[in-house]
């Protein structure tokens, strides 16, 4: 039982480039969800699924694009990358609503 | 939208002491979450509660629904407490809720 495994740990890009994170879970929780964490702004929501087919856009989806085509998997693409996307990543997974929080080990993002 | 506030937002102590973090919301919620970050690591879940107390180890979560109010306590802190310490407010039930996060509390405590 692995939980919630988040890859890569660290990418960096250039300004332009695409790429995708990868978070899979194997506790068939329905909710996931993806963050981002910068200094003195806390968890920011990217986007977040509540099932199998099913996404949202969260607090700040701007230049992210999120699909949920099975329940373990929620993969986030970075479409064109930008130097304001430099983060470190967070991926959690959880449910039902009562039940703990269970995050990726995170990625850290550095786009030049 | 609920404003989740913690404080202090920094906090530094002695090895021993007992620590206080506290977490107050604006809307009624579900379920409150601790969870715990140590320096460049992942994320941790302490505790989850909807009501009263729970405790594991040395540490000691509280919540007080009609006060809108949550605390983490700490006893007998140790520098491997040292970390960043954040709740989440969930609201809602059933397939229709929210998370909201606070900024965190950063805790140093000093051997």
């Known amino acids: 039982n692995a939980g919630v495994t988040q890859t890569p740990k660290f990418q960096v890009l250039k300004t332009g480039q695409s790429m995708t994170l990868q978070c899979a879970q194997d506790m068939n929780h329905e909710y996931m969800s993806w963050y981002r964490q910068d200094p003195g702004m806390g968890l920011r929501l990217i986007h977040y699924s509540v099932g199998a087919g099913i996404t949202d856009q969260g607090e700040v989806p701007n230049g992210y694009n999120v699909s949920r085509s099975t329940t373990e998997d929620f993969p986030l693409r970075l479409l064109s990358a930008a130097p304001s996307q430099t983060s470190v990543y967070f991926c959690?997974?959880?449910?039902?609503?009562?039940?703990?929080?269970?995050f990726g080990n995170g990625t850290r993002l550095t786009v030049t | 939208k609920n404003e989740v506030e913690q404080s202090p937002q920094n906090l530094t102590a002695q090895e021993g002491e007992f620590i206080t973090i506290n977490c107050s919301y604006s809307?009624?919620?579900?379920?409150l979450h601790w969870l715990q970050q140590h320096p460049g690591g992942g994320i941790v879940s302490l505790f989850m509660l909807s009501s009263g107390k729970k405790k594991h180890g040395r540490l000691i979560a509280t919540i007080n629904i009609q006060e809108k109010h949550s605390s983490l306590h700490i006893t007998a802190s140790h520098p491997r407490d040292s970390a960043v310490y954040i709740c989440?407010?969930?609201?809602?039930?059933?397939?229709?809720?929210?998370?909201?996060f606070g900024k965190g509390t950063l805790l140093t405590v000093n051997p």
């Open positions: 809307v009624g919620i579900s379920a």
């Open positions: 959690a997974a959880w449910g039902p609503w009562d039940s703990p929080l269970h």
């Open positions: 989440a407010a969930t609201e809602g039930e059933g397939s229709n809720y929210k998370l909201t």
